[in-house]
């Protein structure tokens, strides 16, 4: 029996793996939040799957996107980062992730954790959208706009409203799979 996944999905067992068991599955967990925070802000202007395919290589270079630790990064280890043919080696964001986990420990401090903050957004649970076909699925939303603007105003950086929502969905914050896709809730 074939399994039936979103289209995009299909282009070869990395995009598989990540569409069944991550994409669109609500997560919690601070850690694994700001990992996708960082992976979507370099992922601005490039394919996802340039991203998924250099994931490992990203975790390696941000000590598995330790926000503590990135917070404190040195001119050298901005260095060591820009020299790293693993990632994408784009000055501006990763002074961007330096700055991002920055204010990730801020949000943390005001709202007990970056998943209240975030979670918030869409009152706590995901939205659960149908669409019938890619063409379906909305590239920004009211609330990936709303969410953007205040991190903006936060002094987060390379989060726009497209990024936010492709956060969104792969956060589950949006499930977007396709209504015959296997993984539809």
Known sequence: MEIVRCDWSEKDDLYRRYHDKEWGTPVYDDSILFEFLVLESF?????????????????????????RK????????????LNNAGIIRNRLKVLATINNAQKFLEVQKEFGSFSNYIWAFVDGKPIVNHPKTLSEVPATTEISDALSKDLKKR???????TVMYAYMQAT?????????CHCKK
Do not use: P
């Not at 002094?155 to 409203?161: A, E, M, T, Y």
């Not at 499930?175 to 015959?180: A, Q, R």
């Open 172 to 180: 589950g914050m949006v499930d977007d799979h396709l209504v015959d």
């Open 70 to 81: 990135i917070a404190n990064y040195s001119d050298k280890k901005i260095g060591e980062l």
């Open 155 to 161: 002094g987060f950086k390379f989060l726009g409203s």
């Open 43 to 67: 992922q601005a202007g490039l394919s996802w799957y340039t991203i998924l395919k250099k994931r490992e290589n990203f975790r390696e270079a941000f000590e598995d996107f330790n926000y």
